[in-house]
């Protein structure tokens, strides 16, 4: 592995830095106040082809690597978790599509999808022993599937064109459907207020009696399931808003400290706050080594179920120790909505909620 960036990395880091500077940082406070992304955002979004990164040229995408997709989703969340997350579900399900769905599929849904005219929803099933609902499917009618149950907290459910549905056979076979807004039987309920990630709509998602026709079933790869392959991506994609999240937490602990005077001097010198500040760098620059050493290995195509588990599973530790060590740096500032490092903590909160989706293969250490 090449530690050294390349030049083509570093500008397209310190574009979509600057990108996320000038567009996405004064629409912040809007999106935290109504919990919607505005308009405007989208378009602009669309206009740098941020929602096609992981499509192809001949799809209408900018087809970069794994790696440059986690230094974008890391810049971007390192202004806006929320719109991080949003183009990460996009991404995720542009994977799908790209990976297991059929021409019809491709032609259809991915120039929709990169250009930002169209949006995508994910309704995955929790990995084994996490509790929550689970949507079931079954054949009927020859090659047709019924699909029923519910996902609770689905991003992108209330303005989404097309849902990516995980769902487990009664024998526990999973298979991903492709389903639009307009399947019969299809619920989305409206956005569900949340505590972080606002202006990423999300809400849950009811399936009741949804007969869909058999090309709605997403095929598989040879050795690789549908949901190995959507897992991958979906961890991936949260690996580099943790490490935004991560860096703007420390950049903003490292300007109050220095700024902050107390008794005559800034708190940066005193050794609690040194402290803290030296365990935030060590926990993100280990977490960026998993992540990119991840990244890596998927655009090699190697093996590498067991780097994005340690990296999610690290990532999700880590982004509550820094950002509540942000919080303390502020001392009673940092409860206020007024300072980002209340968001932080907030986004941290939501991002690590869940478990890693990557399911395990106790046999090898493939994706």
């Known amino acids: 592995m090449n530690f050294a960036h390349e030049d083509e990395l570093?500008?397209?880091r310190q574009t979509v830095r600057s990108f996320a500077a000038d567009v996405l940082a004064p629409e912040v406070r809007l999106m935290e106040e109504t919990g919607e992304m505005a308009p405007r955002v989208l378009d602009l979004l669309a206009s740098q082809g941020l929602f096609g990164i992981s499509v192809p040229f001949d799809y209408g995408g900018t087809q970069m690597t794994s790696l440059e997709r986690l230094v974008t989703l890391e810049e971007v969340a390192r202004v806006s978790a929320a719109t991080a997350t949003w183009l990460a579900v996009q991404h995720t399900a542009a994977t799908a599509v790209l990976t297991t769905g059929s021409a019809r599929d491709k032609e259809e849904v991915l120039p929709e999808l990169a250009r930002g005219r169209q949006f995508a929803a994910l309704a995955l099933v929790p990995p084994p022993g996490t509790p929550g609902p689970t949507i079931t499917f079954r054949s009927v009618l020859g090659d047709s599937y019924r699909l029923d149950g519910q996902a609770s907290w689905c991003?992108?459910?209330?303005?989404a064109?097309?849902?990516?549905?995980?769902g487990v056979a009664p024998g526990q076979d999973v298979a991903l459907f492709l389903l639009p807004r307009s399947t019969e039987g299809l619920l989305a309920g409206p956005a569900t207020p949340a505590t972080g990630l606002r202006g990423c709509p999300a809400g849950p998602v009811q399936l009741s009696a949804a007969c869909v026709p058999p090309e709605s079933r997403l095929g598989r790869r040879p050795s690789r399931t549908v949901g190995d392959v959507v897992a991958a991506a979906h961890?991936?994609?949260?690996c580099g808003i943790v490490l935004g999240v991560m860096q703007a937490a420390m950049e903003a602990g490292l300007d109050f400290a220095t700024k902050r005077v107390l008794y005559g001097k800034p708190i940066a010198g005193l050794q609690s706050v040194q402290f803290r500040l030296a365990e935030m760098y060590a926990d993100l620059e280990a977490g960026r080594l998993l992540a990119y050493r991840t990244a890596w290995?998927?655009?090699?195509?190697?093996?590498c179920a067991l780097d994005i588990v340690a990296a999610y599973q690290f990532l999700s530790g880590s982004a509550l120790r820094g950002t509540r060590k942000a919080v303390e740096i502020f001392g009673g500032y940092g409860c206020l909505q007024d300072f980002p490092v209340e968001r932080f903590y907030r986004d941290a909160l939501t991002l690590t909620s869940r478990e890693c989706p990557v399911r395990l293969d106790t046999a090898s250490n493939g994706v």
């Open 155 to 159: 991003f992108g459910a209330p303005v």
């Open 161 to 166: 064109d097309w849902f990516l549905v995980e």
């Open 297 to 303: 290995l998927m655009d090699r195509d190697e093996a």
């Open 235 to 238: 961890a991936l994609g949260f």
């Open 10 to 12: 570093k500008i397209l």
